[in-house]
């Protein structure tokens, strides 16, 4: 079992920054892949950026530039650098955890970020 924890969301204005962070517990096993997501209501949710525990990325078009992923193995940390925002990155923003070669996944409760424009 894992437990996902985030934090660090909140209103900011349009060109300013925010960093989440998520702080897993329980039993992490490696290799494994850790990623945010994001969801607004009425629609779908949307993979932002994932990282593997080696350090590889991957982020969605749309945040290429401002955005920037990391993890702190050590303390199971993940952490997510949003720059330069802008009011369609406004969003429930989700920590999630995926075992490699295995299907179950866990997320977190998700923390809120505004941008106001």
């Known amino acids: 079992q894992v437990h996902l924890v985030e934090s660090g969301g909140g209103l900011v204005q349009a060109g300013g920054s925010l960093r989440l962070s998520c702080a897993a517990s329980g039993t992490i096993f490696s290799p494994n892949v850790m990623g945010w997501y994001r969801q607004v209501p009425g629609k779908q949710r949307e993979l932002v950026a994932i990282?593997?525990?080696?350090?590889?990325?991957n982020y969605v078009d749309s945040v290429k530039g401002r955005f920037t992923i990391s993890r702190d193995n050590a303390k199971n940390t993940m952490y997510l650098q949003m720059n330069s925002l802008k009011p369609e990155d406004t969003a429930v923003y989700y920590c999630?955890?995926?075992?490699?070669?295995?299907?179950?996944?866990?997320w977190g409760q998700g923390t809120q970020v505004t941008v106001s424009s």
């Open positions: 999630n955890y995926k075992r490699s070669f295995t299907t179950r996944d866990y």
């Open positions: 990282i593997t525990n080696g350090g590889s990325t």
